[in-house]
C-alpha cells in the first residue's frame, strides 16, 4: 500500500504556559521532543491505515482522544481525496482534503462542546381489511368525446404494435396502472443536532495520507488545551508570550529538500532560538502546467503560490479564534407495505392484478458545518517559497508563513517611524547646518 506521511508538529507535553511577567522554563526533555516533532525532515512514521495511525498515537503518548487529560484534549478528523494521484490537480485535491478533515475535526469538538440534541420517533399503521379491498372502482367512461379520444388511442396504439411486430420488434401493449394499499407500517426516528460556538488554539499534532481500496484518505490529530487557548489570546491582544524555551532558528524547523515540503500541511508550533513560541504555517497549492504556453504558465504558477500564501496565514488566523455552527438532521427506520397492483391494456382493456410486498430502510443524512474566522495579519512574515514536480509531473507550490511577537513588533516600530515621519514633514522647513565630528588628522590621509 502506497503512503505518503505528513508530519506536524507538536507534543501535549510542551504546551506549557504561565501568567505573569516572569518568563517560565520549560525542561529541555520538552523542548527536544516537540522540536523533534516539528521537524518534519527527520520524522517517518507510516501505520497501516488511519485508524492504525490514529491508535498507535494513542498509545504512544497515553490519550484517549475527547477526553480531557491534565486539561488538554485531543481530537481526530479524516476525509478522502477527491482525484487520484496521477491528475494533475492532485495538489489541490490534498489541500482540499486537509481542510476537510480539520472542519470534520472541528465539527466533533463544536458537537462535544456545545451540541444540543432534539429527537422524535413515530411509528404508524395502516391497513385495508374489507371485503373488496383487492377490487379497483371502475374507471369513469367520461364524455362522449372522452370515450371517442380513448378509441382512437386504443386504435392507433394496436396499429402501431402491429407494425411494430411486422419489423421483428417485441412490443408490449400500451398500459395504464394503478395501485391500492392493503397493508403499511413505518417506523421512522428523526435526530437533530444543532451547536454554534467558537473556538481558540487549536493546534494540528500529526497528519497523515494513505490509501485505501486504491483511493486516498487524510487524517489528522490535533489537540486544545487552556493553555494553547492562553497563546492563541496572547497572539489576538498582540502582547508578548510568557512562555520560554530552548529552541533554533526557524529556517531548522523546514525540511532540508523541497519534497520534503509535500508532506507539510498546517500549523506548527515551535521554539525560535530565543526561546519565543513561533507558529509556523505551510500553505500548499497547485496548478496544471501548460507546456504550450509557457507566459501562461509562469501566471499560473505565481498565482497559485499567492493562493498558497492566503492558505497559510488563514490557518494562523483559525487558529487565533474561529467561529463554528453545525446542524445535522438524521433519519433512520423501516417501512413494509402490502400493496396490489392493477395493469390496465389500453387497446382490449383487459385487466391483470399482482400483489408486490415492499420492505424498505430508511437511511437519510442532511449535515452542514460553518465556520468563519477573521483577524489582523500582522506579524506574519515569509520564511519560504517553493515548488516541485513529482513523479507522475504534478506541479506543487507553497509558502511557508510565520508568526512570532518579534515579527509584530518590527512591523509595530516600521510603522511608528512612518508616522513620525510623516509628522516631521508637516513641520515648515527651517535652516540646519550640520557637520561631522572629526575623528581623523591630517595624517590619516
Do not use: C
Not at 531548522?252 to 500541511?265: A, C, R, S, V
Not at 417501512?335 to 385487466?351: A, F, H, L, R, V
Amino acid at each position: 500500500m502506497k503512503k505518503l506521511l505528513f508530519i506536524a508538529s507538536l507534543v501535549a507535553a510542551s504546551l506549557l504556559y504561565a501568567q505573569g511577567s516572569k518568563p517560565i522554563e520549560i525542561s529541555q526533555q520538552d523542548i527536544n521532543t516537540q522540536n523533534e516533532m516539528s521537524d518534519a525532515s527527520t520524522k517517518d512514521i507510516t501505520p497501516k491505515s488511519l485508524d492504525d495511525f490514529f491508535e498507535e498515537f494513542a498509545d504512544n503518548y497515553d490519550i484517549e482522544y475527547g477526553i480531557t487529560k491534565d486539561g488538554k484534549t485531543f481530537y481526530t478528523g479524516k476525509s478522502t481525496v477527491a482525484v487520484s494521484d496521477n491528475d494533475p490537480q492532485f495538489a489541490q485535491a490534498l489541500q482540499n482534503a486537509y481542510q476537510k478533515a480539520m472542519l470534520n475535526l472541528q465539527t466533533e469538538f463544536i458537537r462535544d462542546a456545545y451540541g444540543r440534541i432534539a429527537t422524535s420517533k413515530v411509528q404508524s399503521y395502516e391497513a385495508d381489511n374489507s371485503t373488496n379491498a383487492r377490487e379497483f372502482e371502475e374507471l369513469p367512461k367520461g364524455s362522449t368525446f372522452e370515450q371517442v379520444l380513448n378509441k382512437l388511442t386504443q386504435l392507433t396504439g394496436a396499429k402501431l404494435d402491429n407494425a411494430l411486430k411486422d419489423l421483428g420488434i417485441d412490443v408490449s401493449a400500451l398500459s395504464e396502472e394503478r395501485k391500492k394499499t392493503l397493508l403499511k407500517e413505518e417506523f421512522v426516528s428523526k435526530t437533530m443536532t444543532s451547536a454554534i460556538g467558537s473556538m481558540s488554539g487549536l493546534v494540528p499534532v500529526q497528519t497523515i495520507i494513505t490509501q485505501r481500496r486504491g483511493e486516498y484518505d487524510v487524517g489528522v490529530i490535533a489537540i486544545v488545551s487552556n493553555k494553547t487557548r492562553q497563546l492563541a489570546k496572547d497572539m489576538a491582544l498582540s502582547r508578548q508570550s510568557a512562555i520560554k524555551g530552548k529552541g533554533k532558528f526557524v529556517s531548522e524547523y523546514l525540511p532540508k529538500e523541497d519534497k520534503g515540503f509535500l508532506n507539510e500541511y498546517g500549523i506548527r508550533l515551535v521554539y525560535d532560538e530565543k526561546g519565543a513560541p513561533v507558529i509556523l504555517s505551510y500553505g500548499n497549492w497547485g496548478y496544471v502546467n501548460d507546456a504550450s504556453n509557457t507566459k501562461k504558465t509562469n501566471i499560473l504558477e505565481d498565482r497559485a503560490k499567492d493562493t498558497a500564501m492566503t492558505m497559510a496565514d488563514a490557518a494562523i488566523i483559525e487558529f487565533i479564534n474561529t467561529n463554528l455552527s453545525l446542524k445535522d438532521e438524521k433519519t433512520t427506520g423501516d417501512s413494509y407495505e402490502e400493496i396490489i397492483k392493477q395493469s390496465i391494456n389500453i387497446n382490449d382493456g383487459s385487466t391483470q392484478e399482482q400483489m408486490q410486498n415492499i420492505t424498505n430502510i430508511i437511511d437519510k443524512v442532511n449535515s452542514k458545518v460553518k465556520t468563519s474566522s477573521s483577524g489582523k495579519i500582522r506579524g506574519i512574515r515569509t520564511l519560504k517559497k517553493w515548488n516541485y514536480t513529482s513523479e507522475n509531473g504534478v506541479e506543487h507550490v507553497g509558502v511557508v508563513r510565520f508568526y512570532s511577537y518579534d515579527n509584530l513588533a518590527n512591523f509595530n516600530e516600521t510603522l511608528n517611524q512612518k508616522s513620525n515621519t510623516n509628522k516631521d514633514n508637516n513641520k515648515k522647513s527651517s535652516n540646519i547646518q550640520r557637520s561631522s565630528n572629526v575623528i581623523n588628522s591630517m595624517d590619516d590621509f
